[in-house]
């Protein structure tokens, strides 16, 4: 069980960049709250250990939690979400909020180790918030949705950006990534490889309202085929993506 745990660990490290403070998992958005007549009790738990990384871990039983998987068009169940945060020097504190989209004004700080529950066919953000003493350091927003129905699409409509996939996808010297933003936002757009060093920036700027494309080219020699990952960061909304490189 030990050795599985630390498979699990090393695989969603080679997600991430090592620079961030907090990420999540899985990369997909939105987190669908499964209920149908019954609603599952969320639970948030924090789990430290002797490593770097402290883990803020949400679960669900009934099979309560599921993201939507766009390659088979169907919804597919997970044993949990992780906030996984970069405490090495042990001196970080959290604090879990849910903030309403559907229903704007509704914010409520989850306390840890307990239950709640979600409203029916309600979006809110579930915000992660990292503290050294009373200075916030990091923060980030996960959308979260109870109850399936409607549209898949439809959470789109409660973001202020979405990010397309690269194309052409695999590539060889360049590819193109697009992005939208809602609102006049600062953006990031970042390259990672697999192991989560920063290949590229290619955005670091405020930008306006609209579609937005960036080219990347891949000029350095010393970048090998494989897997790849792209980041767009709006504010404290993060997506990621992943891509692939054929020489």
């Known amino acids: 069980m030990k050795l599985f745990n630390v498979i699990l660990v090393l695989i969603i490290l080679n997600n991430f960049s090592l620079a961030q403070i907090v990420n999540f998992v899985p990369n997909d958005r939105p987190i669908y709250i499964l209920g149908g007549c019954v609603k599952p009790p969320i639970e948030c738990k924090i789990i430290t250990s002797q490593s ?4 803020v871990k949400i679960t669900a039983p009934f099979g309560g939690l599921c993201i939507f998987d766009s390659t088979h068009f169907n919804y597919r169940s997970i044993r949990e979400c992780v906030f996984l945060v970069n405490n ?3 001196s970080l504190s959290y604090e ?3 903030v309403g ?4 004004g509704y914010q409520i700080q989850f306390p840890f180790n307990t239950q709640f529950y979600a409203y029916p066919n309600f979006y809110f953000d579930l915000k992660l918030i990292v503290k050294k003493g009373l200075s ?3 923060s980030m927003i996960v959308l979260f949705k109870s109850d399936i129905q409607g549209d898949v699409e439809d959470f789109q409509s409660s973001m202020n950006c979405s990010l397309s996939q690269n194309y052409p996808n695999p ?3 360049s590819t193109v990534f697009s992005y939208e933003l809602k609102v006049k936002s600062a953006v990031k757009l970042k390259v990672y490889d697999i192991l989560g060093r920063k290949i590229a920036t290619l955005v670091d700027a405020e930008k306006p309202p609209g579609i937005h494309e960036v080219q990347f080219n891949n000029d350095n020699s010393h970048t090998s085929s494989g897997v790849y990952f792209y980041e767009l960061k709006v504010g404290e909304y993060r997506i990621m993506k992943k891509m692939s490189l054929i020489r």
């Open 52 to 55: 770097i990384y402290d883990s």
């Open 88 to 90: 090495i020097e042990k």
């Open 96 to 98: 879990l909020w849910g």
């Open 101 to 104: 989209i559907t229903m704007p």
């Open 136 to 138: 916030v350091v990091d």
């Open 171 to 173: 590539f060889n010297s």
